[in-house]
Nanobody
Framework: QVQLVESGGGSVQSGGSLKISCAGAGYTISFNCMGWFRQAPGKEREGVAHIDGGGGSTYYGDSVKGRFTISRDNAKNTVYLQMNSLKPEDTAIYYC????????????????????WGQGTQVTVSS
């Protein structure tokens, strides 16, 4: 069964850092565009960042630009999201997903351009 598994979520104080991971289980994510999304209670899912298959091109949503860094280790079949200077408004369930178009990432970081979603990992930032 194709699956993406997120890990590393937890609770941190405002200003803190956290690094979450997404590994392919029964699914090779290496060299595929990968994205991170998040969904806060009562809100729609929001695109956070994406990275192309080779790791040379990244994109960030405005709300996380300058604070979050997406990276990947294709040898480990894993994608990461380093989150610094966390704010209470970053509290959400974070999901990873694979891009529909292979190595290249879509122009728009929206749900419809991604598939094979993981179960998510909870990130809670307290003030």
């Amino acid at each position: 069964q194709v699956q993406l598994v997120e890990s590393g979520g937890g609770s941190v104080q405002s200003g803190g850092s956290l690094k979450i991971s997404c590994a392919g289980a029964g699914y090779t994510i290496s060299f595929n565009c990968m994205g991170w999304f998040r969904q806060a209670p009562g809100k729609e899912r929001e695109g956070v960042a994406h990275i192309d298959g080779g790791g040379g091109s990244t994109y960030y949503g405005d709300s996380v630009k300058g604070r979050f860094t997406i990276s990947r280790d294709n040898a480990k079949n894993t994608v990461y999201l380093q989150m610094n200077s966390l704010k209470p408004e970053d509290t959400a369930i974070y999901y990873c997903a694979a891009g529909r178009y292979g190595s290249a990432c879509p122009q728009r970081l929206i749900d419809a351009n991604f598939y094979t979603w993981g179960q998510g990992t909870q990130v809670t930032v307290s003030s």
